[in-house]
């Protein structure tokens, strides 16, 4: 059996002439233990796809099971406690709760379900230990840096043991060590039989997945199946045919960024820039036609 089977399933937002289709009649089924990225542009219902899979929100039409059970009509209270039962969530923003330790965020989840004190503190420790960051578990939020922050997120994610992860851009508000970091985390979640789901503008990052479904326009334009380790091959004619800047249009941001700050004077300031192989080669050219009007005269 499936862990998630969707069929023809669509998110519509909004009324009247304001309606938007975020999916459209989406059919998808995922199997325990797959390791799935989803790619696509901004705006083509990615996030409404985790949150209707995630039961964060209700799907129009269409149906959905998860882990067997039908799950696309569940009242709130109900879908809450699905949720809470079979499913981690991770944010792109950590959505941890400032006033909170962070030992006691990840402890969170565990109060909701009535676990005694004593035991979800003894959890949630074992969960930062985990991922790597029990050294902060005291700390508060504002005290961690963004991949600490994502770490505990996981953790907080892990701390009922859910069937299910689903990360909705995880990485994207890290650099690529830290992004490094928490692919490795949901690399290990994966292997120890955990299907996780995640989202991810970073077409490098499909490494980690074993499937990767291509989104446009509310629908899944494409389903691959990808080897771990490497780059899938419709993400990398991505990778490939993304605009490279020029070094005109570096420089262009520059000096906008200079005259977006009166404190740093605009003039005076030299940048020194490796040169660029189009530069170099500008530059070459330049000096062979200077040679060749020298030999003229
Ligand atoms: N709560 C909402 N109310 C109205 N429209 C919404 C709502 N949430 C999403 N949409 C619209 O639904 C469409 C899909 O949005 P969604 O957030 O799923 O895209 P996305 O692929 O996750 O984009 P991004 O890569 O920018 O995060 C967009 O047109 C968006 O404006
Ligand atoms: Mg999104």
Do not use: W
């Not at 399933?9 to 002439?17: A, E, R």
């Not at 600490?148 to 990485?171: F, G, H, M, S």
């Not at 200079?258 to 500008?282: E, N, Q, Y």
């Amino acid at each position: 059996m499936a862990l998630i089977e969707l069929k023809d399933v669509s998110k519509l937002y909004g009324f009247g002439d304001a309606t938007t289709l975020a999916l459209d009649e989406v059919s998808v089924t995922i199997e325990r233990g797959e390791f799935v990225a989803v790619m696509g542009p901004s705006g083509c219902g990615k996030s409404s796809l985790m949150n209707v899979i995630g039961l964060l929100d209700r799907p129009s039409h269409g149906n959905y099971k998860l882990d067997g059970r039908k799950v696309a009509k569940l009242r709130a209270n109900r879908a809450a406690r699905v949720r809470r039962d079979t499913i981690g969530f991770i944010f792109q923003s950590y959505n941890l709760l400032p006033r909170l330790s962070i030992l006691e965020n990840v402890a969170l989840p565990l109060a909701y379900k009535g676990v005694s004190v004593k035991k979800r503190i003894r959890q949630a420790s074992t969960m930062l230990e985990r991922v790597g960051i029990q050294n902060r578990e005291y700390f508060m939020p504002s005290q961690l840096s963004g991949g600490q922050l994502q770490c505990a997120a996981i953790a907080r994610a892990l701390v009922n043991n859910p069937k299910l992860i689903i990360a909705d851009e995880p990485t994207g508000n890290l650099d690529s060590e830290s992004s490094r970091l928490v692919m490795e985390l949901l690399s290990e979640i994966h292997k120890t039989g955990n299907t996780v789901l995640f989202v991810t503008h970073n077409p490098e990052l499909t490494r980690y997945a074993t499937r990767v479904l291509y989104m446009h326009d509310g629908n899944i334009i494409h389903d691959e199946q990808t080897a771990i380790g490497q780059v899938a091959a419709t993400a990398r004619k991505v990778l490939y045919t993304l605009p490279t800047t020029n070094e005109e249009d570096d420089l262009a941001g520059v000096s906008a960024l200079m005259r977006a700050r009166p404190d740093v004077p605009s003039v005076g300031r030299k940048v020194t820039r490796p040169k660029s192989r189009s530069t170099k080669k500008a530059a070459s050219k330049r000096k062979t036609s200077v040679r060749r009007k020298k030999a003229d005269v």
